[in-house]
């Protein structure tokens, strides 16, 4: 950024399934490379792979990566359920499949019945969930979750890790950026 050297000479390699944390303090560049991965920043220099392929240069929405923000970023006038199938939509997936992922995505989440909901009405945990839900929905190879248990309680971050436990036995590759400051 600028004259800001943010991310240097850095690899990493994640098997199919594999759930892999990045922690560091907050302006060590954890988001900015789940940024990068996404393709919603482009590098100065090397290459994105994705079992194998470059995608560095591919858009965002053709590289089949979820993305959960720190801060949900969540379609304030899509209720929950047009939130969670935003990208299957995108797709042209039939209205059916769509319906039928939507309903299973909810349901592993934890938030059967939620999908008449607005998302302003969601808490912070709720609104977490149906961001991660949102993510899933199109079948990604690799999810990246940008601080996903900050200001959880433990019981639902305990629970966030049983579904992605439950990924991993999918084959989605999971990148978590974490913050290693105490609050």
Known sequence: FGALT?????GIDIADGEIVALLGPSGSGKSTLL??????????????LINGNDVTK??????????????????????????????????GTDRTATTLRTDELLKLVGLDGFGARCVDSLSGGEATR??????LAPHPEVLLLDEPFEGLAPALARRLGEVMSKLKGEGVSILIAESNEVH
């Open 6 to 10: 943010v991310l240097d000479h850095f």
């Open 35 to 48: 940024r990068v991965a996404a393709g919603l920043l482009a590098p100065e220099s090397g290459h994105v």
């Open 58 to 91: 591919r858009p965002t929405h053709q590289r089949n990566v979820g993305f959960v923000f720190q801060d949900q970023q969540l379609f304030p006038h899509l209720d929950v359920a047009s939130n969670v199938s935003f990208g299957l939509r995108m797709r």
């Open 130 to 135: 149906v961001a991660l839900a949102r993510s």
